[in-house]
């Protein structure tokens, strides 16, 4: 493992509400300078982040569903349509888990199709994100079971503002 493999396997994260423009600007050539796999913000910094981060290897992504899962399947595609459009090239989207506590595997994959099939369309990476400290080891098992089927790019584990 070299330093720039390292890198390339880093997702520098700048989610604060409260970031200005001139701090997303900033933390978006610190992330191209160093090389990281991508720069992830708020869906709503894409229009500010795109145009710093074109073309320098660094990918712009965008969190979906941000950080409580709890907007339907049509907000979530049409959020991540959004910032598809305005240059992001990954989405991370939080699932439902109030749907994955409830049992509703049904709805839990459909998101997951969803939102899988608009980024992979649009040539986009997706993550999805579970928040596992609000569910149980069989609740994972499961969630993870449909990913395996889905084929999502990624799952993580957590939005970093859970509880664990």
């Known amino acids: 493992m070299t330093k720039d493999n390292l890198v390339r396997m880093i997702d520098q994260t700048l989610l604060k509400p409260y970031a200005t423009d001139e701090q997303l600007i900033s933390f978006c050539r610190e992330g191209a300078r160093h090389g990281f796999a991508s720069v992830c913000v708020s869906s709503t910094a894409v229009p500010v982040c795109a145009p710093v981060l074109r073309g320098t290897g660094t990918a712009l992504c965008a969190v979906v569903g941000f950080p409580l899962g709890q907007t339907s399947i049509n907000i979530k595609s049409a959020e991540a349509r959004e910032a598809i459009a305005g240059g992001a090239g990954e989405i991370d989207y939080v699932i439902n888990i109030g749907k994955a506590k409830g049992g509703d595997w049904d709805y839990v ?56």
Do not use: N, W
């Open 109 to 164: 994959r459909e998101e997951m199709l969803a939102l899988t099939a608009l980024c992979h369309q649009a040539g986009a990476r997706v993550k999805v994100i579970l928040e596992t400290c609000y569910l149980t080891e069989e609740e994972v098992r499961s969630i993870c079971a449909i990913a395996a089927e889905v084929k999502p790019d990624f799952v993580k584990t957590s939005t970093g503002l859970g509880t664990a």
